[in-house]
């Protein structure tokens, strides 16, 4: 059972772009993660949101969270090229559970 | 160093022939957990387990088998592997489900192909 669904599918943005992906899922959560996935490899852990915050950053993230809408938001700033890789919400419920992903391409 | 370590990192076997790929954990993490990564589907998990001799069935977890008999390690096994089953597994622990301060630490990944 898919929670999460990324969009855009994917994003091709030049370095120094912000980036943007959003994450809409279906069921109450207790908190939503952020994934980072370079080109087969494991996923990293980037930030965590819990239900009841709205904001919070890390370096050059910034992630929202609206529980009213069931969604959340991923942005990058100033983007590098070295940020390319697949990007990935998780909504916590009883399991972790992700979603299909954003494939993010940086152009230098 | 904190790390899930899977073996091996690649595999090729025949149909039918019995597979175990292992996950090892050094963080002292209650949860553990296999997930297959396809294109197009994202993550998906296979089976979790919450402690030790504490396991339960994913959202996918027809023809694989997992045991919990030490905390550290969670393998996964394949009695008899089909081509369906050709995919990306990554193998992930945390100190909880990931409610609370949980988050998922993940292994490189094991890419396995059944022909």
């Known amino acids: 059972s898919q929670q999460g669904e990324e969009d855009p599918q994917a994003l091709s943005i030049q370095e120094g772009e912000n980036a943007t992906m959003n994450c809409s899922y279906k069921t109450s959560i207790n908190n939503l993660q952020w994934y980072r996935q370079n080109s087969g490899r494991g996923l990293v852990h980037l930030i965590l949101i819990r239900s009841n915050e709205r904001e919070k950053h890390s370096g050059r993230l910034r992630v929202t969270l609206d529980t009213s809408k069931k969604s959340s938001s991923l942005l990058i700033t100033a983007s590098r090229a070295a940020d390319t890789a697949s990007y990935f919400c998780a909504t916590d419920t009883d399991k972790l559970i992700f979603g299909t992903g954003t494939r993010l391409q940086v152009f230098p | 160093e904190a790390q899930v370590t899977q073996n091996p990192r690649y595999l090729i076997t025949v149909t039918g022939k019995k597979l175990t790929v292992t996950c090892s954990q050094n963080m002292n993490h209650e949860y553990m957990s296999w997930y297959r990564q396809d294109p197009g589907l994202g993550l998906r998990q296979i089976y979790y387990?919450?402690?030790?001799?504490?396991?339960d069935k994913g959202d996918v977890p027809e023809g694989y088998k997992v045991s919990r008999k030490e905390k550290r390690n969670f393998p996964l096994i394949l009695e008899s592997p089909s081509p369906n089953q050709t995919s990306l597994y990554f193998c992930a622990s945390s100190f909880s489900r990931g409610s609370g301060q949980g988050k998922a630490f993940f292994g490189q990944g094991t890419r396995l192909t059944v022909v």
């Open positions: 387990s919450m402690n030790v001799e504490v396991t």
